[in-house]
């Protein structure tokens, strides 16, 4: 391997890497609701599980707790979460489940990009993006 393509695959993989923190920027607070509404669950670990969704090399980290702690406590304050004390061992930690309100927005949200006829174009950006093996091509005259 040169040192051409050495330095191309670390742009393409600092580009990567911009790119998908930017997405996961966009849609971080509705992804911690989700989340959280699978079951209850300490901060750390909420930022366990997306930093081993692995979209980064091993290496960087996602999401650290600067982000996070932040956007529960507006999604406690707002009342789609709540807290409480529980126990992991002997360590006292702070978990977090979703209210009724929380499963009313996310509803809302899922209703709200599936039920619009107007919305055909991001629910095509999603499975094209996310859902379906079909890989992009270039394609002559568009």
């Known amino acids: 391997m040169t040192l051409d ?7 393409d ?6 790119f ?14 989700w989340l959280i509404s699978q079951k209850k669950i300490h901060g750390y670990k909420i930022i366990s599980k ?7 090399k091993d290496d960087v980290k996602f999401i650290h707790g600067s982000t996070v702690y932040p956007l529960l406590h507006s ?4 009342g ?4 409480s004390i529980d126990y ?13 309100n929380g499963i009313l927005i996310l509803n809302s949200i899922k209703k709200s990009i599936k039920d619009k006829p107007d919305n055909a ?4 950006y999603f499975d094209d993006m996310f859902f379906n093996d079909k890989e992009f091509t270039l394609q002559a005259g568009e």
């Open 13 to 18: 993989e600092l580009y990567e890497n911009k």
């Open 5 to 11: 393509e050495v330095d191309q695959i670390s742009t």
């Open 80 to 83: 789609l979460i709540k807290s």
């Open 20 to 33: 998908m923190n930017q997405l996961f920027k966009g849609i971080k607070t509705v992804f911690l609701l």
């Open 88 to 100: 992991n061992g002997k360590k006292k930690v702070k978990v977090y489940e979703i209210t009724g």
């Open 75 to 78: 999604l406690e304050k707002k």
């Open 50 to 56: 997306i930093n081993e969704m692995n979209c980064f």
């Open 121 to 124: 174009l991001i629910k095509r």
